[in-house]
């Protein structure tokens, strides 16, 4: 009975850590000038294909991070596995403010070769936060 109690609550936790972490993120968005950000225009930008200046090559964030946000990826260059990003597989997910505003900017610069904007941060945390593998 204890260990199901610990489960269910430790599930709570998580998602309403992410939740915070999430809704902290498109309120500072939203102050930017964007009033709306769709989980749908996310999913179109985590599949976009897009040159890197310097090396000619294609990337994209499945490169990495595969099309299905419940998978383990791989980072192409140096091999690290990645945990899934789907916080409904893993529960740490959107959970640190920090990493998250640290890792888009990483990997914004990495796959597009530019900071993501505020737009493209905030549709792409509706897909992250909501994929059920549709």
């Avoid at 009975?1 to 498109?26: G, N, P, Q």
């Avoid at 009033?35 to 490169?63: D, M, P, V, Y």
Wanted: proline share 2%; glycine share 6%.
């Amino acid at each position: 009975m204890r260990i199901k109690l610990t489960i269910v609550l430790s599930l709570i936790l998580s998602s309403s850590l992410y939740a915070s972490v999430v809704d902290e993120l498109l309120t500072e968005y939203r102050a930017t000038g964007v009033e709306t950000f769709s989980a749908k225009a996310g999913k179109a930008l985590w599949s976009q294909e897009f040159i890197n200046a310097k090396t000619g090559k294609i990337r994209q964030c499945t490169t990495c991070h595969t099309a299905d946000l419940r998978n383990e990826g791989k980072h192409i260059r140096t091999g690290k596995i990645i945990k899934p990003l789907a916080p409904i597989t893993n529960p740490e997910r959107l959970t640190n403010l920090k990493k998250t505003r640290k890792w888009f900017k990483r990997n914004c610069k990495w796959t597009l070769g530019r900071e993501c904007n505020a737009q493209e941060k905030g549709d792409l945390l509706l897909f992250m936060q909501n994929f059920n593998g549709e």
